[in-house]
C-alpha cells in the first residue's frame, strides 16, 4: 500500500520549491529542450526525445516552451501542474497565453502534435 506522505506528494503542490528545482533539472537537457529559432523545425534526431524547446520570444526574452502533458509528469498531476503554474506565473517565472490561458499557441515542426500546438511557457532567466 502506498504510504499516505507518497500519495499526497503526487498529488499536490505541497513543497513547490522541490517541484521547481525538478523542473530546472529537466529543462536544462539540451536533448530534451533543444534551441530553435522562429522558422525553424526540430531535428528529425530530436523527435523522439525532445519535451519541448527553448527560444527567443519577441515579448518575453528567452523561454522554456514545455508540451503540457511533459509538465504534468514533471510535476506529478493534471491538479498539481495547475497550481504550480499558478504559482511560477504568480512569481513572474511563467507566462499565459491570450486570454489568461495556461497555454501559449505556438507553431514548431517537427513536434508530434494534432491541432494547435499549445505549450507551458517558462521565462529562461528566472528558473
Known amino acids: 500500500m502506498l504510504g499516505e506522505t507518497e500519495r499526497s506528494d503526487a498529488l499536490t503542490p505541497c513543497d513547490p520549491s522541490r517541484r521547481l528545482r525538478t523542473i530546472r533539472n529537466k529543462v536544462q537537457n539540451e536533448t530534451r529542450f533543444p534551441k530553435i529559432e522562429k522558422g525553424e523545425a526540430l531535428a528529425p534526431s530530436l523527435r523522439q526525445k525532445a519535451w519541448g524547446f527553448v527560444r527567443a520570444h519577441p515579448q518575453h526574452g528567452s523561454i522554456i516552451a514545455v508540451d503540457p502533458v511533459r509538465f504534468e509528469r514533471i510535476v ?5 501542474a495547475e497550481a504550480v ?38 521565462r529562461a532567466g528566472t528558473l
Not at 76 to 80: E, F, H, T
Not at 93 to 108: D, E, F, L, P, S
Open 76 to 80: 506529478g498531476s493534471k491538479a498539481a
Open 85 to 122: 503554474f499558478d504559482q511560477l506565473f504568480s512569481q513572474g517565472m511563467a507566462i499565459r497565453g491570450n486570454g489568461g490561458k495556461r497555454r501559449v499557441q505556438i507553431a514548431v515542426q517537427g513536434f508530434d502534435r494534432t491541432g494547435r500546438s499549445r505549450w507551458v511557457c517558462l
